[in-house]
């Protein structure tokens, strides 16, 4: 079962930042939390990871508080290419390391 | 999502037969996930496997369903014996050796499965 809870949905304005929250308060000190996103009909997109830290890269940002219960992914500039389905993922630290995932925000990128 | 390559995209069976479905993760990786998603539904963890090796499946159905990793060559999924609700995207993803839940795992694009 996920770990985590998102809103089912939000909507964005193309240019300005989108902001995707995560609960995942019972997360265990050495999991990671993980962001996908897919894109309607395409295999699910790997974005940014991290575990304590803030994290960012040429896509987002990861925000997680300091209680780690937490997190927010960043898109500083949305485009209608990023209209899509994200997903927050704590990821287990045994065993298989699967990623279980729930079921995600639906991002809206309107022009 | 480039490097792991999944073949056929579309394949369409009658019910009754066969399905195989190919993943070749990405270089250097020695550890592949497949995952189902039914039309309108989110994804499912099937089957977790090293090279000659299953180390998780639990999210497999008890029939019909089997999945390989040979040393050589790529990673198999076959479902025999389709039914209509056999029909969905199944997705391979790949990741670097394990030991960490700091190792990304990659997905490739999909195959989209369709019984008739």
């Known amino acids: 079962d996920a770990k985590t809870t998102q809103p089912p949905s939000m909507d964005c304005a193309e240019g300005r930042a989108a902001n995707l929250p995560c609960n995942h308060s019972t997360i265990s000190g050495n999991e990671y939390v993980y962001w996908y996103r897919q894109i309607h009909s395409q295999g699910p997109q790997y974005i940014i990871h991290?575990?304590?830290n803030n994290e960012t890269n040429e896509m987002a940002s990861l925000i997680i508080t300091e209680d780690r219960k937490s997190s927010t992914l960043i898109l500083p500039h949305a485009t209608l290419r990023d209209t899509a389905v994200y997903y927050c993922?704590?990821?287990?630290?045994?065993?298989?390391?699967?990623?279980?995932f729930g079921k995600g925000t639906k991002l809206t990128v309107n022009p | 999502n480039a490097g792991v390559m999944q073949n056929p995209r579309h394949l369409v069976r009658r019910r009754g037969q066969e399905a195989r479905l190919r993943c070749s993760p990405m270089k250097g990786h020695s550890h592949v996930y497949w995952y189902r998603q039914l039309p309108e539904e989110g994804l499912k963890f099937m089957v977790y496997?090293?090279?000659?090796?299953?180390?998780?499946e639990s999210g497999m159905p008890k029939e019909r369903f089997s999945a390989e990793f040979p040393k050589e060559g790529p990673s198999i999924l076959r479902i025999q014996q389709v039914v209509r609700g056999d029909s969905a995207a199944y997705f391979c993803?790949?990741?670097?050796?394990?030991?960490?839940?700091?190792?990304?795992?990659?997905f490739g694009e999909g195959s989209w499965l369709t019984v008739v």
């Open positions: 993803a790949s990741s670097p050796l394990g030991g960490s839940s700091g190792n990304t795992i990659y």
């Open positions: 991290g575990l304590k």
């Open positions: 496997l090293q090279k000659e090796n299953i180390i998780d």
């Open positions: 993922i704590v990821r287990v630290a045994s065993g298989s390391e699967k990623l279980v």
